[in-house]
């Protein structure tokens, strides 16, 4: 197992050796910022009755889901999960976008036909997620395999999972094809330390869950996914191998669960110092600190917080603008048709 370079350099040096300026930092900010803008207004929206189902976050993960993001290309394909909104927003997806998902409008991507955090834009690269964990780490496979199929040299796909779900089948199963075909993939786990209310040491025999890319002859490297840009650096590191034909990777994010599982959950099983040990290491204050060690100041900072905030109530403005779907086209864009099937595959 690999672990990846201490954070503990200059902020200046740092961003350099990184290739990266302040500006890009501040852009993650901003990001991460947006990410938990979105979900804490998702949070009053359910309250409000608005979102209908249950309400999922990934409130502690900003960090890790806005640093892998930066580290992919326009043309990369990305399958990310519920707790991955930093990568929506990183690829450039609309707030307003999000909000109208959350509420089942026709301005979201799915256009109000699937559930609220389903989300996905393949213009941006994104595939869309279903529910069944880790099922979208094989299609992310397939998306490898077909780029190598086509010969599409800079391309790479990204697919995620949590520490509970690197556990079934799907996930061995995934991997496998991926190492023996030294596929350009990388894999994510987001070790948010809880799979529901299964702590890790029923979870997983190994230090940690990525450990079991030896069984499959990867590496694997396990980051502090509280720091966007640790996450940065091990994931370009990655995708420059995985489009190099030496294979694909396994990046562990270790991260918090800042809150419980979904709305429905009250996280009562969580110890309480968990949440305070979680509190003290809120990837967004990390960021804030390095940046004013960066040079920001604090107006600067300021500034950020509260463009974000009149981007967010301005977004959230024109998503309740979108109407609802049209009931008789329920099924419309739902079913591919046999013409949209007539590939030279089929
Ligand atoms: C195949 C399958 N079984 C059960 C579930 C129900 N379920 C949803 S999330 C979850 C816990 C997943 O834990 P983890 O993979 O660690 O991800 P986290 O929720 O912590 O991000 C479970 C059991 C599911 N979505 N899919």
């Known amino acids: 197992m690999a672990t990846a370079a201490s954070a503990e350099t200059d902020p200046r040096t740092r961003l350099r050796a990184l290739g990266l300026d302040r500006e890009d930092a501040v852009t993650m900010y901003r990001n991460m910022l947006v990410t938990r803008g979105i979900e804490e207004r998702g949070h009053i929206l359910f309250r409000q009755g608005k979102i209908p189902g249950s309400f999922y976050t990934g409130r502690g993960n900003e960090g890790a889901a806005v640093g892998v993001a ?56 994104i595939v869309g997620m279903v529910s069944h964990l880790p099922a979208m780490l094989p299609v992310g496979v397939g998306l490898a395999l077909s780029y190598r199929i086509k010969n599409e ?35 994510i786990i987001d070790n948010n330390q809880w799979a529901y209310s299964t702590p ?50 396994i990046v562990e994010c270790v991260t918090l669960r800042m809150e419980g599982h979904a709305v429905h959950d009250d996280a009562f099983y969580v110890p309480k110092e968990d949440f ?50 049209d009931p008789s086209t329920a099924t419309t864009g739902v079913y591919a048709s046999p013409e949209e099937l007539d590939t030279p595959h089929h």
């Open 70 to 125: 930066s580290a992919t290309k326009p043309q990369d394909h990305l399958c990310p999960l519920q707790r991955d909104m930093g990568v929506h927003v990183t690829r450039g997806l609309e707030p307003w976008r999000v909000f109208a998902q959350y509420m089942g409008r026709s301005g979201g991507p799915t256009r109000g036909r699937d559930g609220n955090v389903h989300i996905g834009d393949i213009s941006l690269g």
């Open 200 to 249: 890790s040491n029923l979870g997983y025999a190994t230090e940690h869950p990525s450990d079991r890319a030896k069984g499959y002859g990867l590496q694997n490297v396990v980051v502090d996914g509280t720091d966007p840009l640790e996450v940065y650096e091990a994931v370009k590191e990655a995708r420059d191998k995985a489009v190099a034909g030496e294979g694909p990777t």
């Open 153 to 187: 040299r800079d391309r790479c796909a990204f697919a995620w999972c949590g520490d509970g779900a690197s556990a079934r089948g799907d996930f061995h199963e995934g991997v496998n094809l991926a190492a023996v075909r030294k596929l350009p993939i990388v894999f």
């Open 276 to 325: 305070e040990t979680w509190a003290a290491k809120d990837p967004i204050e990390r960021t804030r600190k390095f940046l004013l060690e960066a040079g920001m100041s604090e107006d600067e900072d300021e500034e950020i917080r509260s463009g974000v905030k009149r981007l967010l109530v301005e977004q959230l403005d024109k998503a309740e603008a979108s109407p609802l779907p």
